[in-house]
């Protein structure tokens, strides 16, 4: 998982998670490295129990793996039963085992949990299925793997975690990333999802990436562009953290945000509202604020009670392709 800059975000023969919310283009990110390792002609294990083949492979080749590369260095497998206890399945597990791959999927962990009869709120039973599963792909395939899970719908108190058991935390042996939408992605459209990183255990990649968050105690590590614009096609750049300031100094994250929530606001809002909607410190929201007012993006009007209305002229945003979404 290679970004622009050269940085890897993925260990091999170690075990990483991909938490996101539906349709956050979490498998989407996995299927993406997928198609990559494929296309340098090294094998790759995908176990899926969310979707199924022809979906799977149809993305692969709009991301551009050819039928050859996925005939033969794609092992695909959608399991209906545990194959670690049923004797039938148990040989074709240890066979899987003698393979080497580079990367193994593993796509729907809650979907996985039922079909293993595993309790996703029993942190023992968790405990126990990472280690029989996707730590032993990593340890006897060498593969870096990666499990696609989702995340709670509230996202207070949701913190680095997938759903259910912490324990889910406790068997990644590399890195957990939270995958979030920034702009929608979809057909015809240009999207941007940014990883994040909860845990990084080898301690690589929290190094090379963004400031830290705070509410959830996460990095930003990579900004991936997925582009849908030509038809049949989906095209995928991952590139390093976004900068909380531009070239010229701006803090022009802060001030999307700031212009976002008063462009989202019922009525006009104070300071005081906009400090409680937006964080970061008092001084730099004041800074943006500034900012966009001396460059025509919001008017500010004196109020009731000496409170000041702060009204939307234009939206500010930070990256073009964001501002096209919007507009």
Not at 106 to 114: H, K, L
Request: proline content about 5%; glycine content about 6%.
């Amino acid at each position: 998982m290679a970004r622009t800059d050269g940085k890897c975000l993925l260990y091999a023969g170690m075990v990483h998670a991909f938490n996101g919310e539906s349709e956050s283009c979490k498998s989407m990110m996995a299927q993406y490295e997928t198609v990559r390792q494929l296309r340098n002609g090294n094998r790759c294990l995908y176990i899926d129990f969310e979707s199924d083949a022809a979906s799977v492979v149809s993305r692969l080749l709009m991301m551009g793996a050819s039928a050859d590369d996925i005939s033969r260095n794609l092992d695909y497998i959608r399991p209906d039963v545990d194959p670690v206890s049923f004797a039938d399945e148990n040989a074709e597990w240890h066979q899987l085992l003698h393979n080497k791959y580079s990367l193994a999927v593993i796509d729907g962990v809650t979907e996985a949990f039922a079909v293993f009869s595993v309790k996703s709120i029993d942190n023992d039973e968790v405990t126990a299925w990472g280690r029989k599963v996707p730590r032993q792909i990593a340890s006897k395939t060498g593969a870096a793997v990666v499990v696609v899970d989702h995340v709670t719908k509230s996202s207070e108190g949701r913190g680095r975690f997938a759903i259910g058991a912490q324990a889910k935390m406790s068997y990644l042996t590399g890195a957990a990333y939270m995958v979030e939408i920034i702009s929608p992605v979809g057909v015809g459209m240009v999207g941007k999802v940014a990883i994040r990183i909860g845990k990084d255990r080898p301690g690589q990649v929290r190094p090379v990436s963004g400031e830290w968050r705070k509410s959830d105690r996460t990095q930003e590590t990579a900004v991936v562009t997925v582009d849908s614009t030509v038809a049949n096609q989906i095209a995928c750049t991952v590139d390093p953290p976004r900068k909380n300031t531009d070239a010229n100094g701006l803090p022009v994250e802060l001030m999307e945000s700031i212009s976002r929530c008063i462009e989202d606001c019922p009525a006009p809002p104070s300071f005081r509202k906009i400090n409680q909607l937006v964080s970061g410190k008092d001084e730099s929201k004041r800074a943006a604020i500034a900012l966009l007012e001396a460059d025509g993006f919001i008017s500010i009007i004196p109020g009731a009670r000496n409170a000041h209305e702060h009204h939307s002229l234009k939206p500010f945003r930070a990256y073009p392709e964001s501002e096209l979404l919007a507009a």
